[in-house]
């Protein structure tokens, strides 16, 4: 009796609480997303906590049970009509079974109970499932893509389950008859319960039925009642590329993207309905696909929606750091091809049997269908296949420097290619990976726009007098935070190094340089530090020039726990004394890297031994060892060594790409320090597990290297520095321009 009565209460209570039951569990499972990086798409997913994860069919059962009133059903088994179909049904036991069998096997490989897929455990765990390589993509590319397609049908499975549940517990059905926007629906379009929703059975032709609701979607910001939702995947499955590519269908889309509001959500709930991938085969094709390694955050199809989320953005001027009238102008302007470009930007990855020439013609074939207007094409064309031209310069070269100048403006041809791509470098940069768009960057980026965009203009002359007048401006902030009398050795470091000198300076460094040249005595050194608001340790160093010097600095900031991503030395002539400067911005060593701000205790320590390394009495350099947490060890980088004898009228410019490690640009400088080059600027550009190190040589004391046997003995150094002799044929050498 007494197990009866509890019973009978339970259902009575529960009766009267199902809705606020649905509510709380939903409520619950948004904030354990939140705490999951709040994607399905996350590179190290969380499998039981995860969005589309184990947690979330649980869900389902819990819920199910509760407003049934059914006791004693095993998870997993949803009978009741109305709530799963017979076919979602069963895949959601097959995601569950592989769920559940990648759960087991992490457990039994890490023996302990973790649920999240860290990197280490990726490569044995697809193994272990029976993933092989196969048609060139590796086993782990191939287990990683299957996990993200599995659980993003969970998630949506999930969601739209939860969505019939609350739907079946809202009051009468109750249609609008006065939303903003109602008049432009289609006809068998309404609105119910606050939910667009199709009337299937006047449904004669469902293409133009599923474009109305998504056209309802882009100018209301509803969103799709479970049943129509429903509609449109069963015949989102029967699409393909050819049936879609029709005039009308084109127009509609093209439209979409006009009207809509907000982009990413459209684009979003088109690819979870599957309609998008098919009407955009480039775009289809990256679905769920990860990049194996330390870089990215999530899939490629994730990053390419939120990129189109920073178009948002910038469109709407939503933005503080991006809320600039130029840009809303561009992005206004461009909104549909900058759109298209973004769904695209992946496709030169998916063709890789393609030239660059056949992939263009292919773009500008299937854009230029979609937009109707050729010319729009060939600059979404243009920006998908030139889409790393203005960060990778920015992030490995002099934006100063007038060759480069030069050579980017005649690569982009047009301003309106330039203003078109520098919206579209923004948009994919802002989410490209970790640490991609951190403010060095966004500095540079922004400089490299102006003077291309003077080049292209008013040509060089008007180049040569912004960058005079930027220097002049900088030169006098600092001025009057120093005083002018204090000014002559600063000015004489100016003079020499031009407007470069400010990509390696912000005005308080200026500002403490110049204080530190000024105050340190003839023949003497010092060094001063800093720790800026965004945790970026900059530190100065100034004393007797000498081939070892910027080299011992760099190990320095590797012994002391940091990374370098900034980096130049200057030679300097003072009176009759020949003095270097060497700059650095450092992070927290780490993957990624952490800000690296200071305690008084560290600070004093750090001062003292690059005051030493500034007095020529660096202490001996002990390379760290990699430590616990270090990751970047699990993953395999071929060397390439990049060099351009024309990408600067007065250095030798090399690039050095390998897997990073503790210490790699000491290993690199010291390496180059022992046949006489003198490293005047390098640029530290990190992908996750990948450096690409970008040195400005000359041979010591300050000649430009021309000579064929110099430049073979740079070379040879530099792979001697990477690696055994016995693997020195594996590596690569290219000129710096071909992008392998």
């Not at 709040?38 to 589309?52: C, F, L, M, Q, T």
């Not at 649980?58 to 009741?80: P, V």
């Not at 390694?293 to 189109?308: K, Q, V």
């Not at 912000?506 to 945790?535: I, N």
Request: glycine share 8%; with cysteine.
């Amino acid at each position: 009796h007494l197990e009866e009565d509890f019973i009978s209460a339970l259902d009575a209570y529960r009766s009267t609480t199902v809705s606020a039951f649905i509510d709380a569990k939903l409520q619950e499972q948004a904030d354990r997303h939140a705490q999951a990086d709040n994607s399905i798409y996350a590179i190290e997913p969380d499998v039981k906590d995860g969005r589309g994860g184990i947690r979330d069919l649980q869900t389902l059962h819990w819920l199910k049970r509760y407003q049934s009133g059914i006791r004693n059903e095993k998870q997993g088994k949803f009978d009741s009509p109305g709530f799963l179909s017979s076919r979602e049904k069963r895949r959601l036991k097959k995601i569950g079974e592989f769920l559940w069998s990648v759960r087991v096997h992490l457990h039994d490989l890490i023996k302990r109970a973790d649920d999240r897929l860290y990197f280490p455990l990726q490569s044995d765990l697809a193994k272990r499932m029976g993933f092989l390589t196969s048609t060139g993509e590796p086993h782990i590319d191939r287990f990683l893509r299957y996990y993200f397609l599995t659980v993003q049908e969970a998630g949506r499975l999930s969601e739209l389950s939860a969505a019939r549940l609350a739907e079946f517990f809202e009051p009468e059905e109750k249609v609008t008859q006065d939303f903003e926007g109602l008049e432009n629906l289609g006809e068998n379009i309404r609105i119910i319960n606050g939910r667009l929703s199709v009337e299937v059975e006047k449904v004669q032709e469902p293409i133009p039925a599923i474009l109305d609701l998504f056209h309802g979607v882009a100018t209301t910001g509803l969103d799709i009642d479970s049943s129509s939702f429903s509609f449109v995947l069963r015949h989102s499955r029967r699409l393909n590329y050819r049936n879609l590519h029709n005039r009308y269908t084109a127009d509609r889309l093209s439209a979409l993207v006009e009207n809509a509001v907000y982009l990413e959500k459209l684009f979003r709930l088109m690819t979870e309905a599957g309609f998008l991938g098919r009407m955009i085969p480039a775009f289809g094709a990256v679905m769920g696909k990860a990049e194996y390694g330390l870089f990215r955050r999530f899939t490629l199809d994730d990053h390419i929606l939120r990129s189109i989320g920073v178009l948002d953005n910038i469109y709407h001027g939503t933005d503080e750091e991006l809320d600039s009238e130029d840009l809303r102008e561009i992005a206004q302007m461009y909104r549909i091809p900058l759109a298209m470009a973004l769904l695209l930007q992946e496709m030169p990855s998916t063709l890789k049997n393609l030239g660059l020439t056949q992939i263009r013609k292919r773009i500008e074939r299937r854009v230029g269908f979609l937009l109707d207007s050729p010319a729009r094409a060939k600059l979404v064309a243009f920006a998908v296949l030139e889409s790393a031209l203005l960060m990778r310069t920015a992030s490995r070269r002099d934006v100063t420097d007038a060759h480069t100048i030069k050579s980017v403006a005649a690569r982009l041809g047009t301003r309106e290619r330039l203003d078109f791509l520098s919206v579209f470098t923004i948009c994919r940069q802002r989410v490209a990976g970790v640490g991609s768009w951190d403010e060095y960057h966004h500095r540079e980026v922004n400089l490299l726009v102006d003077v291309l965009g003077l080049q292209l203009g008013q040509g060089e002359s008007a180049v040569t007098h912004y960058l005079e007048m930027r220097t002049m401006r900088l030169r006098e902030d600092v001025a009057k935070a120093v005083g002018q009398d204090k000014m002559s050795a600063f000015d004489q470091l100016l003079k020499e190094t031009g407007p470069s000198l400010w990509s390696s300076l912000d005005y308080e460094s200026g500002v403490r340089l110049a204080q530190l040249m000024d105050e340190t005595g003839e023949g003497d050194g010092a060094a001063a530090l800093y720790a800026d608001d965004d945790g970026i340790l900059h530190i100065l160093v100034y004393g007797n020039d000498r081939p070892t010097l910027f080299s011992d600095c760099t190990g320095l900031v590797a012994m002391s726990g940091g990374t370098v991503f900034g980096a130049a030395g200057y030679a300097v002539n003072v009176g009759q004394i020949r003095r270097g400067v060497v700059l650095l911005q450092v992070n927290r060593a780490g993957t990624p890297p952490g800000p690296f701000t200071l305690d008084p205790f560290e600070e004093d320590r750090l001062l003292k031994i690059f005051q030493s390394a500034a007095n020529g009495k660096s202490p001996d350099i002990r390379l760290p060892e990699r430590t616990i947490n270090d990751r970047r060890a699990l993953f395999n980088v071929k060397p390439v060594i990049r060099i351009d004898e024309a990408a600067s009228e007065d250095a030798l410019v090399v690039e050095v790409e390998a897997l990073d490690r503790p210490g790699l640009l000491y290993i690199l400088s010291s390496e180059m320090t022992k046949i006489g080059i003198e490293i005047i600027f390098a640029l530290i550009a990190t992908y996750g597990h990948r450096a690409v190190d970008t040195f400005y040589l000359r041979d010591y004391p300050g000649y430009k290297i021309s000579d064929p046997r110099r430049i073979e003995v740079i070379r040879r150094q530099i792979v001697r520095a990477l690696g055994e002799e016995d693997d020195l044929e594996d590596i690569s050498i290219l000129k710096a321009n071909d992008d392998s």
